[in-house]
Every structure is written in C-alpha cells, then in structure tokens.
C-alpha cells in the first residue's frame, strides 16, 4: 500500500468516525434535560389527597421505600408522552363544584370521563405506575397557575431532571419551564407525606433525596 493511499482510508475512516460520533451525540441529546426543584421539610397534607385515601385505601397503603428516579429514555419519553396525551384527550374537564356538587377538594378517577386537575394528575400516575414505573418518581404536585389559582399537576423525577405532567398542556415541560408557583408535593419515599417546595428558591444541579 502507497503512502497516499493509506492516507485517503485514513481520512475517509476517521471522517466516518466522527460522523458516527456526532449520530450518538445527536441522538442522545434528543432527549430534554431539566433541572430539579429544591425540597424543604415536611409540610401538611392536602384534604383531597386523605379523603382519596379514605376511599381508595389499597392506593395508599404501599410501603415507604426508597427514593428512586426514572431512567428517561426515548422509548420511555415515549410512554409518558403517550399517558400525558391520551388522558388529556380522554376526560371532559369540569370543575369540581360542577361535578360533585360541593367546594370540598374531591380527588378521584375519572370513573365517568370527567374530572378538574386533581382527576387528571391522578389518572396519568395511576397508568403510569401499571405500566411499571416507580411510584416514587410520580409525584402529585401543588401549584398556583398563572393565574394565581391552585392547580395540581403530576411531577416526574428522572435521571434527566424533573418535568410535569399538566391537563392544560399536551407538552411534557420541565418543572421550571411552567410560570407556576410551587408550593408542596408528595415525597418520593411515602406518597402520604408531604413536602414543601421554595417557590423563590432556584433550582439545583442535582437531585436532592426529600
């Protein structure tokens, strides 16, 4: 072999290697980064969710375990994706007075197609979990919207930082990238203890265990 020759298979081979390390840098930066929300203590526990538990006990009564995030991959992006749609599409959106008739924070599943926030973040976790993810990465979430109304949205903790689960938007969204104000969510060990959350902190690098 000429020394020309080997020259131009080296070029052509290390072009292909580049190029094949771009293709797996491009893929892998497909899938959305997030930050995570910072956790304070222990906070009160919301009316809706007790009264939830009252009547749906084998929902509550799971074990503490340990903290534990999703391991976000294309193909599961792609299963939260298809939760977060298909419910949002599923149920018919009624405030709570509307369907049950009282002011009292009533959670539920959408046993008839209807339901307000609390209905949807509740279903998505529920479908979630039978698919077979972590329950301590499904977190129902109390937020104020932008207009400075509560609203509970489900968040999920992952490898990739913490996104949000949210009737009012098809978009998987990084808990940061809402406009919301936070204020508690369930901690990932037992879903029957609460957390506050620092609506003035900013987020953090990494994961915090709460």
């Known amino acids: 072999?000429?020394?020309?020759?080997?020259?131009?298979?080296?070029?052509?081979?290390?072009?292909?290697?580049i190029f094949i390390a771009r293709s797996v840098a491009a893929e892998a930066g497909a899938l959305p980064r997030a930050s995570y929300a910072s956790?304070?203590?222990?906070?009160?526990v919301p009316y809706g969710w007790v009264d939830f538990c009252r009547r749906e006990r084998a929902e509550c009564l799971g074990p503490v375990l340990p903290a534990l995030d999703i391991n976000l991959t294309e193909a599961s992006?792609?299963?939260?994706?298809?939760?977060?749609?298909?419910?949002?599409?599923?149920?018919?959106?009624?405030?709570?007075?509307?369907?049950?008739?009282?002011m009292l924070d009533h959670w539920d599943y959408p046993y008839d197609g209807k339901g307000d926030c609390k209905v949807y973040a509740l279903y998505k976790r529920k479908l979630l979990i039978d698919l077979g993810f972590p329950r301590q990465a499904l977190l129902m979430t109390i937020v104020r919207d932008l207009e400075g109304e509560g609203h509970t949205i489900l968040t999920i903790k992952t490898n990739r930082g913490e996104f949000v689960l949210d009737n009012l938007s098809d978009e998987i969204r990084?808990?940061?990238?809402?406009?919301?104000?936070?204020?508690?969510?369930?901690?990932?060990?037992?879903?029957?203890?609460?957390v506050a959350l620092d609506p003035n902190a900013k987020a953090t690098a990494s994961a915090a265990n709460e």
Request: aromatic content about 12%.
């Open 1 to 17: 072999m000429t020394m020309g020759l080997f020259r131009v298979l080296f070029s052509l081979c290390l072009m292909a290697a």
């Open 174 to 194: 990084p808990w940061d990238a809402t406009g919301y104000r936070y204020i508690k969510r369930q901690s990932q060990q037992d879903p029957n203890v609460w």
């Open 39 to 44: 956790v304070g203590g222990a906070t009160s």
């Open 77 to 102: 992006w792609a299963k939260i994706d298809r939760v977060n749609r298909s419910v949002n599409q599923a149920i018919e959106p009624v405030t709570n007075l509307e369907h049950w008739g009282t």
